[in-house]
């Protein structure tokens, strides 16, 4: 028998939300690295923070650069020609806190819990040569637990005068989609978080090379070449990689006006166990403005897998679903994001609703949602809709309110909180 809602807890959470805004300090000046580095306002990279605005996306583009090759700032003479070093050790940092409530709760939760801090990232980036920069962030506590580098990387921009520019280290297969560390909802884009059975493939952290290129007004070329095993750590032989499969990854987009329409492809394989398991995924992507207070992100993907467990169903050991013996799987996932800023480009008040959708034949899908710990340990359907509010109490202070319905377990979720930058 389900449990009744209980809508104390969200009353609750929403009066700490307000208690937290009063607690912010009214006169809380603090900037982020680049900002400081260029004096300038946050919002001229950020509509809001963290999400980037068109000057922005060329900014990190440029290597975070205001223009390719530009003058050097803030260095010191080292009477050297071919070292560049910064006067100040860029440094910035990132904290989400929130309160989070539930309608009814399964085994292992509450209907209420104090996120606070819910993450806590430690970011920097620069230059260490004429268009040679480098980025990373060190996630001190991710979900409680110190997580260490995600985005880890130095990129060469406008390599020869080509206007191809390469990414070596680790970042987001997505990327070149819509960047998940960049969206405003709590709520994830579940799409590209699918891992499929056995297989340690998605669409998130990976090691590699990603060159970019944009040969004509309007027309972007990304190309990815990563090992597809996401970012666990060497084996003893000291190498990240347990086979010689490469996975290339490529996306082409262009700008038709205010669409920006855009298509993806994924092929990569894993073996394990003798067994390789081929991996393809595929699907278009659009953005459409809406005027200029309104945004509109859709990305809809299928994922084949040729045997994403192994050759490890029997009739002795069955898999998911019961499954006896090897057998392929498909997935379909798309997401479907509106950002709306009634104030326009300098807006305090921003809105936003984000639907996810993910189904498959079969038991096979693992987001990391805690569902490996209920039943088969897979998901045949994930299907979300949120609604969230944003208030910009300072460029580098968002207030957020979040409530999502989650339509397979039939609860909703109200979260609060805030995010921080300085």
């Known amino acids: 028998m389900s449990r009744r809602p209980c809508w104390s807890a969200p009353l609750l959470s929403l009066v ?35 999400r980037l605005t068109a000057f922005g996306e060329a900014f990190a583009g440029n290597g975070f650069e205001f223009a390719v090759g530009e003058l050097a700032r803030d260095t010191i003479f080292t009477g050297d020609p071919l070292l560049r070093l910064q006067k100040e050790f860029p440094l910035g ?12 709760s399964a085994a292992g939760e509450s209907n209420s819990d104090q996120q606070l801090p819910w993450t806590v990232k430690l970011l920097s980036g620069g230059q260490v ?33 080509s206007g191809v520019s390469v990414i070596a280290g680790q970042f987001q297969v ?49 190309l990815q070449l990563v090992n597809g095993q996401g970012l666990d750590a060497a084996t003893d032989a000291n190498q990240y990689d347990r086979d010689s499969d490469k996975t290339v990854v490529l996306r082409l987009s262009q700008d038709l006006g205010p669409l920006r329409l855009g ?19 595929f699907g278009p992507d659009a953005t459409l403005a809406l005027g200029s207070r309104a945004e509109l992100n859709v990305s809809a993907l299928r994922r084949w897998d040729s045997d ?13 679903g019961g499954a006896t013996s090897p057998f392929a799987t498909s997935v379909d996932a798309a997401l479907a994001e509106l950002v709306f800023w009634p104030g326009g ?38 299907r979300t809709g949120s609604l969230g509010a944003h208030y910009i109490l300072r ?18 979720r109200f979260v609060t909180g805030m995010m921080v930058g300085f």
Not at 130 to 154: C, N, P, Q, R, W
Not at 187 to 202: F, K, N
Not at 265 to 276: F, I, L, M, Q
Not at 308 to 320: D, I
């Open 174 to 222: 997505s990327d070149p989609l819509f960047k998940r560390e960049l969206r405003l909802e709590y709520e994830d884009y579940q799409p590209y978080r699918v891992r499929v059975g056995q297989a340690r493939a998605d669409l998130t952290y990976d090691r590699g090379l990603m060159a970019l290129w944009s040969p004509r007004e309007g027309l972007d070329l990304t």
């Open 345 to 382: 480009p300098v807006a305090r008040w921003y809105f936003t609703a984000l639907a996810n959708y993910i189904e498959s034949d079969d038991p096979v899908v693992s987001l990391r949602l805690g569902e490996q710990n209920v039943g088969e340990g897979y998901l045949t359907r994930y």
């Open 93 to 104: 940092v990132r904290l989400d806190l929130y309160q989070q409530a539930l309608s009814k």
């Open 308 to 320: 994403p467990f192994y050759g490890s169903c029997t009739p002795f050991s069955p898999c998911p």
């Open 263 to 281: 298509a993806f492809g994924y092929a990569g394989g894993e073996t394990a166990n003798g067994v390789h398991n081929r991996t393809r995924i």
């Open 129 to 161: 040569a004429d268009k040679i920069s480098y980025y990373f962030y060190f996630m001190a506590s991710d979900h409680g637990e110190v997580a260490g580098l995600e985005d880890a990387y130095i990129q060469f921009t406008d390599i020869g005068g």
């Open 16 to 50: 700490a939300a307000v208690l937290l805004a009063a607690a912010v300090p009214q006169a809380a000046e603090a900037i982020p690295p680049f900002a400081r580095k260029y004096g300038v306002s946050c919002a001229l990279c950020h509509a809001p923070v963290p």
């Open 395 to 412: 460029r580098n202070v968002r207030l957020m309110g979040e409530s999502s319905w989650d339509f397979e377990r039939e609860r909703m």
